[in-house]
């Protein structure tokens, strides 16, 4: 089963606005990371949240946390062109092995 | 030169036929992964392993075998390839220690269709 389920599955907005993706997942993390995926290539890895963090920043990316309602979520200011692509979640289950589980992904287009 | 290498990159077979996927990495992970993807279903592990002598099932590692040569190299084998095997399968490594999983180094994909 799907650790992380994401939210919206699709979105479509104008270049230089932002985008927000979600993120929700079911059980204790170690940690939660965010992937993008040009069509048809492999995940390239963004960011990693640690459970302890609520907030964290790398460039135009913006993610939080919130363990409480087991969600998170993926912020992208001032998007281009360029930023299409589908963008995945992946929790680190705390406990047990060192698994990855991805939720199933949000597709997001920038129109220019 | 690619850190993460898989072959072949796409392949076409035939139901019953055996399938062999590669992975080779340069990054000197001990950590493999094999995950496929389908559309809508985001990625599913399929089977990892965490050094040469040790090999791990995932999700989903029925009707899938795989061998761990040496440290660089993660072989995924499909011993009797069905239609719904179809899909895009994925090598990553991690150099993470521990329970707590590190970031993902991903190959290209391996697109596999059985008809």
């Known amino acids: 089963s799907q650790q992380g389920e994401e939210d919206p599955q699709a979105l479509s907005i104008q270049e230089g606005e932002n985008a927000t993706m979600n993120c929700s997942y079911k059980?204790?993390?170690?940690?939660l990371q965010w992937y993008r995926q040009n069509s048809g290539r492999g995940l390239v890895h963004l960011i990693l949240?640690?459970?302890?963090?609520r907030e964290k920043h790398s460039g135009r990316l913006r993610v939080t946390l919130d363990t409480s309602k087991k969600s998170s979520s993926l912020l992208i200011t001032a998007s281009r062109a360029a930023d299409t692509a589908s963008y995945f979640c992946?929790?680190?289950?705390?406990?047990?092995?060192?698994?990855?589980?991805f939720g199933t992904g949000t597709k997001l287009q920038v129109i220019p | 030169d690619a850190d993460v290498t898989q072959t072949p990159r796409n392949r076409i077979t035939k139901t019953g036929k055996r399938i062999m996927l590669e992975c080779s990495q340069t990054?000197?992970?001990?950590?493999m992964y094999w995950y496929r993807q389908d559309p809508g279903l985001g990625l599913r592990l399929i089977y990892y392993?965490?050094?040469?002598?040790?090999?791990n099932k995932g999700e989903i590692s029925d009707g899938y075998s795989v061998s761990r040569q040496a440290q660089a190299k993660f072989s995924l084998s499909l011993e009797s390839a069905i239609p719904n095997q179809t899909a895009l399968y994925f090598c990553?490594?991690?150099?993470?220690?521990?329970?707590?999983?590190?970031?993902?180094?991903f190959g290209e994909g391996s697109r596999l269709t059985v008809l």
């Open positions: 059980t204790s993390i170690n940690n």
């Open positions: 990054k000197g992970h001990d950590r």
């Open positions: 992946a929790s680190n289950n705390s406990g047990g092995y060192q698994k990855v589980t």
């Open positions: 990553a490594t991690s150099d993470a220690a521990g329970t707590v999983a590190g970031e993902l180094f």
């Open positions: 392993s965490f050094d040469v002598k040790d090999i």
């Open positions: 949240i640690r459970s302890n963090e």
